[in-house]
C-alpha cells in the first residue's frame, strides 16, 4: 500500500555549504529560548556541516517584571529592550556577532532576504502581515517556521512561503495555509500583557515556551544538520503529554 505522504523533505541545494541567514521575530516566551537554541545549533553545524548561522532578532518589546521567571531574563535587565539584551548576551558567550533591531516586522527588516524565517509572535495580525509581505515580493525564504502556544499546549510548523509568480510550486504549505482561519480579520488579537510573574503563569504554563522551541528546534537540526525533515512540525500537550506529529504533504 502507498504511503500517503512524502517519507522525507530534503534540504534545497541552495542552503547547502554556505553561512544561513535566519531572522527571528520575538524575544518574547518562545523567541527567547528559539535564540538560545540557535546558538548551541550554529555551535553543532559548525562542528558537522559546512553550514553555520547568522541570526538577525527583531522584536519592539522592553523586559518587564511579568518577563521574570517565564522568560530568561533578570531583574537587571528590567527596562532594557529584549531583543538588544539577548543578542548581545549570546554573542559574548559564544564569540558571535549576531545582530539585533528593536522594531516590528515587517516594518523594521526586509524578511523577504532571510534564508529561514522563524516567527514567535502572539497574534494573527502580526502573521498576516509577514505573509502580505511575502505575497508582494519575488524573493520569499526557503522557509517559515511559526511556533505558537496557550496555557498549557502549543504548535510549531515549517512551510516554504511562495512568492507572487510562485503559487502553483509544490512545496510545504506555511503556518497561515495550514491555519487558514488565521486570515479571519474579524477576529480579535489575544495578546494582553501580564502585569506580574503570577498572572503570566496563570495565562501560560511555566515550560510550555521551552518544551515547544525544544521540539521546533529538534526539527531544525535533522533539517539542517542531517539534510531531511520526517513531518513538518507537531501539536504538544502538556496536561496529556502528547505530542502529534504535523505530516508532510501528500505526494503529488
Not at 114 to 127: W, Y
Not at 204 to 212: A, P, W
Request: charged letters at 20%.
Amino acid at each position: 500500500m502507498p504511503s500517503e505522504t512524502r517519507d522525507r523533505h530534503f534540504l534545497p541545494e541552495g542552503l547547502h555549504h554556505r553561512v544561513i541567514n535566519v531572522v527571528l521575530i520575538g524575544c518574547g516566551g518562545n523567541g527567547a529560548q528559539m535564540l538560545m537554541g540557535l546558538a548551541s545549533l550554529d555551535t553543532a553545524l559548525r562542528a558537522i556541516s559546512s553550514r553555520s548561522l547568522h541570526v538577525i532578532v527583531v522584536d519592539d518589546d522592553v523586559v518587564t517584571e511579568a518577563n521574570l521567571g517565564r522568560q530568561p531574563f533578570y531583574r537587571c535587565d528590567l527596562g532594557n529592550s529584549k531583543a538588544h539584551t539577548l543578542t548581545e548576551r549570546i554573542n559574548l558567550a559564544h564569540g558571535l556577532a549576531w545582530r539585533a533591531v528593536h522594531g516590528r516586522a515587517p516594518e523594521a527588516i526586509d524578511v523577504s532576504a532571510a534564508d529561514i524565517l522563524i516567527t514567535c509572535v502572539d497574534t494573527a495580525s502580526a502573521r498576516r502581515a509577514l505573509g502580505a509581505a511575502f505575497g508582494r515580493g519575488s524573493k520569499v525564504p526557503f522557509y517559515w517556521l511559526d511556533l505558537g502556544n496557550r496555557a498549557g499546549d502549543g504548535q510549531f510548523i515549517i512551510g516554504c512561503p511562495a512568492a507572487a509568480n510562485q503559487r502553483h510550486e509544490r512545496r510545504l504549505p506555511t503556518v497561515l495555509e495550514y491555519f487558514p482561519e488565521l486570515a479571519d480579520e474579524s477576529l480579535p488579537d489575544d495578546d494582553a500583557p501580564s502585569c506580574s510573574v503570577a498572572e503570566a503563569l496563570e495565562r501560560q504554563s511555566l515550560f510550555v515556551n521551552r518544551i515547544v522551541a525544544s521540539h521546533a528546534l529538534s526539527l531544525l537540526f535533522d533539517l539542517l544538520g542531517r539534510g531531511s525533515i520526517g513531518h513538518a512540525g507537531a501539536f504538544i500537550n502538556l496536561g496529556s503529554g502528547r505530542c502529534a506529529p504535523i505530516p508532510l504533504p501528500a505526494a503529488a
